[in-house]
């Protein structure tokens, strides 16, 4: 990566992440989002020679970010194939699992990909290039109710049923290929003195919708409890609720409904330690140097290699 460039992605709570792994020098890592490599940069700074890392990422583009180290591999895949890609490497269990879940700058800043509403650009968010369902495809092809359940779920918006009339109509008319079509669309909708919150949930809901976000997430945090070794350790950054939301239950009783399983004497059933009472969030700092984290949420939890069923 050329140093004098524009920074691809700022990792965010960086320290606070790198500690919460509790990484071992000789230890063998995953960075399920590998991105612009900053967090990966910082893990391979606490290793040794013998240490390894490998770094998730299903854009083509994050590989030019790849450091030339012998202890690091760049693994092209989407995360939910954690256990596979792994085994295929020869690697059946790992000390540390990192995940950042934000989309990087890269991603946002990079005009012709579509992710933002700063740009008008064509209706892409695929970050996986290779991938079939793009932004255009959802706004135009899939049905009312469809559309309706992506935005009130995904993106919690209020009024979905109104999005959707608007999107209707003017579908029919001509199909909406661009970010301008679709802002001009929906702005009769649109909250006055709200815009910018109101397209980016609008922006998310889509954007999930393409990528299948929450369903590859649920996938990676179900096979963490395969990969991990006990006393390993999971971090993940999460950046809007329903992320969040998945991420704690899942620490707290090692299931996505967050209901607690109890054995015969009651006692509750869980193969974490959850080291994260609250959620940590950036420091007023790290805000003023990146305003982007500023949604930011850490939550990590040890393995402690128990099943449910034991």
């Not at 000789?26 to 612009?36: C, K, N, Q």
């Not at 256990?83 to 699992?97: F, K, M, N, P, S």
């Not at 809007?240 to 969040?244: G, N, P």
């Given at each position: 990566m050329n140093p004098n460039s524009e920074p691809y992605h700022i990792p965010v709570l960086l320290k606070e992440s790198l500690d919460l792994l509790d990484l071992q020098p000789?230890?063998?890592?995953?960075?399920?989002?590998?991105?612009?490599g900053g967090h990966s940069r910082g893990i391979l700074e606490r290793l040794s020679p013998k240490g390894r890392l490998y770094g998730f990422d299903q854009d083509c583009d994050a590989r030019r970010n790849a450091p030339q180290d012998d202890r690091f591999c760049f693994v092209e895949s989407n995360f939910r194939f954690l256990?596979?890609?792994?085994?295929?490497?020869?690697?059946?269990?790992?000390?540390?699992?990192l995940a950042d879940l934000g989309v990087s700058s890269h991603h946002f800043d990079t005009q012709q990909r579509g992710f933002s509403f700063r740009f008008d650009a064509p209706l892409d968010m695929r970050m996986n290039q290779r991938a079939r369902l793009s932004a255009a495809q959802v706004i135009n092809d899939y049905d009312p109710q469809m559309l309706m359940r992506i935005f009130r779920e995904y993106g919690e918006l209020e009024g979905a049923?109104?999005?959707?009339r608007c999107i209707e109509q003017q579908r029919t008319q001509h199909?909406?290929?661009r970010i301008g079509e679709l802002i001009d669309t929906v702005a009769p909708v649109t909250p006055r003195g709200a815009e910018s919150k109101f397209l980016a949930k609008l922006f998310q809901a889509i954007r999930i919708e393409v990528n299948g976000e929450m369903d590859a997430l649920e996938m990676m945090l179900e096979q963490t409890l395969r990969v991990l070794k006990p006393g390993g350790r999971l971090v993940v950054i999460t950046y809007?609720?329903?992320?969040?939301r998945m991420v704690k239950n899942f620490m707290r009783s090692g299931n996505f409904s967050g209901?607690?399983?109890?054995d015969f004497f009651g006692r509750v059933q869980t193969p974490w330690q959850v080291l994260t009472r609250k959620a940590l969030v950036p420091s007023a700092a790290e805000l003023e140097r990146n305003p982007r984290s500023r949604s930011a949420k850490l939550r990590a939890a040890l393995?402690?290699?128990e099943s449910l069923s034991d």
């Open positions: 000789g230890g063998i890592y995953a960075d399920l989002t590998f991105g612009g256990h596979g890609a792994l085994r295929y490497r020869g690697v059946t269990a790992v000390d540390g699992i049923h109104r999005i959707v199909p909406i290929e809007h609720s329903l992320e969040d209901t607690p399983v109890k393995y402690t290699g």
